[in-house]
């Protein structure tokens, strides 16, 4: 460390997360002396974006968790005075379980020759004995019979056919390589379901010319760093209140943004995309002109159903979904309004809930595309990224890597004083903002949690081929049993600068009922068949191959209530970690609230100077930036302003 | 001001350790000051300032770190989209040399890998005290295929030279690209991945 920390600030901020990195941006921009500091190497917590590599090393973090020796901090414990007493806040992050990763993508990196060699004979030996079925190619044996070689997995032999699981055990023996392996991972993480890897090495080079070119994971390791992968995987409406308060803050200028372009539906089996505008409606081949005119009609009732009361009163306390079947709208037509449109749950949501969620959408339509949402190019972890900047300008002090081992707290007053960091140097604040991960058990005894689960998948062609490529979309899979939570699918494509060309990056989420894989793998097996079953005969029905997947599941603590917390005092505030909802609506008004409890008198986030104004206003002023407020103001609706929200989406 | 006003739009970003002099560069450029003993530079994003070169008219965007390079911290948004960065160092700070590595190793991971970069050695004015000799940095620079200038920001002396030069540069990668039909800008990543051993990684 070049430098050490100042020591009196007036905000510490502890965790680099949106709702966090929102109030470090407002209260610095207001003024105040902020210190904003998080334990880990990079921004976000679990609002982060990796590259490929980096993800794989978030991952090892993450299992070697248990083992890890907390690097030598001083010692705290001398330094609290008597009239003082100490919290100490967590070392451990607990926040990610499960995870599971699964390699379809060959691993053939070219130069492990002799390795390849070793599992084509191994392979070609006993599938000669077993495969008696017909094989459309030579070199297809071979893939398959390697695929399950070297799946370990109990879970995933039930679901193999009996044939492969014969081979699979008859394999372990001829295959020592596979057992050492086996072993490694037993040591590297004990007593866990966590971490699997199926290595699915050999595509043949005579095949990969017949084939399309085929992404290897020797590859996505080599273009690691155009992936950005994202651990929560969200969209922003674009009439929601984190892009206004990015226009607002002029925090938008820090990034790009393009408009998902697709809102598709999983419908009997199969994925068709859901015409959601007027044009959209229009334009559609797969719709009656009667269903159209339904559908019109529907729709422009939903924009301002208020006015017609008559329309829906009697059925307010019924399920949207009971109401959807009286408007003569087809089974069709009703799964896209209440799954695609509306987004909401078959089973529980009432009428007027449906027709609130369907106005808000509409009205979303049309500000910036023809979907109701956008995208930050190189993912959402941008998004925090862009608030800890502003708060920087407005003189913020930032430091990553940087363990913070207590709060102070005065026992008098019980008010917390400072915090204690891992130099032992103390650092002196009015008010503390902690993510909740920092918390130690005891302060959170009481607090019972939801999970996420999520997956994420790289994959080699898009759910729903279009005449583009470079389609971004959304799909919602209602849950096969009712009361089940739905699954979103959030399908990205290189050009949101989040995955390498070729390939698309595939985010799951639902809320969690079991572990993420548990949950979600019927989704993916439904939309997605892995690498090594794909039929090469078959090139235009095929669904798209995963290259790689990964499971997780991420606590979601954003239904904790502050009175939840034992024993924190009143000047220490509580930021939630991510919850499961599409939009950040959460934790805009989480670090609203918090502010305005903070500074009730005091503006939050408002525009702060335009740079060029500062230039044609003469020599010096920047130093009393403030005070070009009006002109800022009137800025918000120049045409350079919404060019840099537009910009993206017409490219 | 209108967006008609310019025929090119280009956003510098400069980084290098704290004190390298990187804001007094942008200051002496954009408003002809040199404010000695400045503190951090607060509520400034960017600094505009629009040059002619060759009868076009040439808006240059010039990002300062905020600070946040101080504790090593930088945002990675704060490399996206920059045409140009400027990596400065002090040439009478052995440190703000040797650390040059490091920076260039963010540079390659978020930055385009079309950026040009170029290599300041700031604080000419101080010769007396310089501790990295022109010979070094001009070794360096050409090991990393940047381009190479000593500056003093007190004194002026290359100041105007550095971001007009730059501006050149920028305006020919900008025609070329036009002419190569602006194909999508691949980003960097040719090989020195950062090889954490990985989890899949076992044959």
Redesign the interface.
Same mark, same amino acid.
Do not use: W
């Given at each position: 460390?070049?430098?050490n920390?100042p020591t009196e600030f007036d905000v510490v901020i502890i965790g680099t997360g949106l709702p966090e990195s929102i109030l470090a941006a407002a209260c610095s921009r207001s003024g105040h002396r902020v210190l904003h500091v998080d334990s880990r190497s990079y921004?976000g917590g679990n609002w982060a974006s990796f590259?490929f590599?980096?993800l794989?090393?978030w991952?090892?973090e993450y299992?070697q968790n248990g083992d890890t020796e907390e690097e030598t901090a001083a010692a705290w414990q001398d330094l609290i005075h008597e009239t003082e007493e100490a919290i100490a806040l967590c070392k451990k992050d607990e926040t990610i379980q499960h995870t599971e990763?699964f390699?379809y993508a060959s691993?053939n990196s070219g130069d492990?020759v002799h390795?390849i060699g070793a599992l084509q004979k191994n392979a070609s030996s006993v599938a000669s004995s077993t495969f008696t079925e017909p094989l459309p190619s030579a070199e297809l044996p071979e893939e398959r019979h390697s695929y399950v070689t070297n799946n370990e997995m109990p879970a995933k032999h039930a679901s193999e056919s009996d044939s492969k699981i014969s081979v699979e055990e008859g394999d372990v023996e001829e295959s020592p390589?596979k057992e050492k392996?086996c072993g490694?991972k037993t040591c590297i993480h004990p007593g866990s379901d966590g971490?699997k890897?199926e290595?699915k090495?050999i595509v043949d080079d005579d095949n990969n010319q017949l084939k399309r070119n085929v992404i290897t994971?020797h590859q996505m390791?080599?273009?690691?760093?155009?992936f950005n992968i994202d651990l929560v995987s969200k969209l922003l409406y674009s009439q929601g209140s984190l892009i206004d308060l990015l226009i607002k803050s002029?925090v938008s200028?820090?990034?790009?943004f393009k408009n998902v372009t697709r809102i598709l539906a999983f419908r009997e089996g199969k994925v068709e995309q859901v015409p959601c505008s007027r044009a959209d409606v229009f334009n559609s081949k797969e719709l009656t002109m009667v269903e159209k005119r339904v559908l019109m009609k529907f729709l422009t009732f939903c924009l301002d159903y208020e006015q017609h009361p008559g329309e829906y009163q009697d059925f307010q306390q019924c399920l949207f979904s009971e109401f959807l079947k009286t408007k003569k709208l087809t089974p069709n037509l009703q799964h896209f309004i209440l799954h695609s449109i509306a987004m909401t749950s078959e089973s529980s949501c009432t009428t007027l809930d449906g027709l609130k969620a369907t106005k808000n959408f509409l009205q979303c339509l049309g500000r910036f595309g023809n979907t109701p949402f956008l995208f930050p190019?190189?993912g959402q972890g941008?998004i925090p990224?862009?608030f800890?900047?502003m708060c920087?300008?407005?003189?913020g002090?930032?430091?990553?890597?940087?363990t913070i081992q207590c709060l102070v707290v005065d026992k008098e007053s019980r008010r917390c004083k400072a915090v204690i960091d891992r130099f032992g140097q103390r650092i002196n604040a009015d008010y503390f903002i902690v993510e909740d991960s920092y918390l130690n058990k005891e302060t959170c005894s009481d607090v019972q949690y939801k999970q996420i689960s999520r997956a994420v998948l790289i994959t080699d062609q898009s759910i729903l081929k279009a005449d583009s490529d470079q389609q971004i979309s959304i799909l919602i899979v209602p849950p096969v049993e009712p009361g089940a939570s739905s699954v979103r699918v959030i399908e990205l494509c290189s050009?949101t600068?989040t995955c390498m060309?070729d390939t698309y990056l595939v985010h799951l989420t639902c809320e969690s009922s079991k572990t993420a894989r548990e949950d979600l793998e019927s989704v993916v097996k439904k939309l997605f068949t892995p690498l090594t079953e794909t039929e090469v005969d078959k090139e235009e029905l095929r669904k798209p191959s995963l290259l790689w997947a990964l499971y997780f599941n991420m606590r979601d603590s954003s239904g904790v209530s502050r009175s939840s917390y034992c024993g924190l005092p009143c000047n220490v505030y509580v930021c939630s970690g991510p919850d499961s909802g599409l939009g950040s609506e959460h934790a805009v008004k989480l670090a609203e609230t918090m502010f305005q409890e903070i500074f009730p008198s005091e503006e939050f986030c408002p525009p702060?100077?335009n $740079? !060029?104004d500062?230039?044609?206003d003469g020599?010096?002023k920047?130093?009393d930036?403030?005070g070009t407020h009006t002109t800022t103001v009137a800025n918000l609706e120049s $045409? !350079?302003e919404s060019?840099k929200l537009e910009s993206p989406l017409q490219s | 001001?209108?967006?008609e006003d310019y025929d090119f739009l280009f956003k510098i970003v400069l980084i290098g350790?704290?004190g390298v002099g990187k804001t007094c560069l942008v200051r002496r450029f954009?408003?002809g000051?040199f404010?000695p003993g400045q503190g951090?530079?607060?509520?400034?994003?960017?600094?505009?300032?629009t040059v002619e070169i060759n009868g076009e008219k040439v808006k240059l965007q010039i990002w300062d770190t905020?600070?946040?390079e101080?504790?090593?911290?930088i945002?990675?948004?704060?490399y996206?989209?920059a045409n140009a960065l400027i990596l400065t160092y002090d040439i009478t700070c052995e440190?703000s040399f040797r650390c040059l590595p490091e920076w260039l190793r963010e540079i390659?991971?978020y930055a385009s890998n079309k950026v040009i970069t170029v290599l300041v050695g700031n604080k000419i004015d101080l010769a007396e005290r310089r501790e990295v000799s022109q010979q070094r940095a001009e070794e360096f620079s050409e090991a990393q295929d940047m381009y190479y200038l000593e500056t003093s920001a007190k004194e002026s002396d290359n100041v105007e030279k550095l971001f007009l030069d730059l501006a050149c540069r920028l305006i020919s990668e900008a025609r070329q690209n036009t002419l190569v039909n602006n194909v999508?800008s691949?980003?960097?990543?040719e090989?020195k991945?950062?090889?954490?051993?990985?989890?899949?990684?076992?044959?």
């Open positions: 460390m070049a430098d920390l921004y590259s590599s980096g794989l090393s991952l090892k299992q990763v390699c691993q492990s390795e390589e392996y490694d971490d890897v290595n090495p994971y390791v080599q273009e690691s760093r155009r002029n200028h820090y990034a790009e190019l190189y941008e990224q862009c800890c900047r920087a300008v407005f003189g002090i930032y430091c990553l890597r940087h050009s600068m060309k702060p100077p $740079p !060029e500062i230039i044609f020599d010096d920047q130093a930036a403030p $045409p !350079e060019k | 001001m209108s967006m350790n704290a954009t408003q000051l404010p951090a530079t607060i509520g400034v994003d960017f600094m505009i300032k905020a600070g946040q101080r504790f090593r911290s945002t990675q948004s704060y996206r989209s440190e390659e991971q999508s691949p980003l960097p990543g090989g991945s950062i090889s954490y051993l990985t989890c899949c990684n076992f044959n």
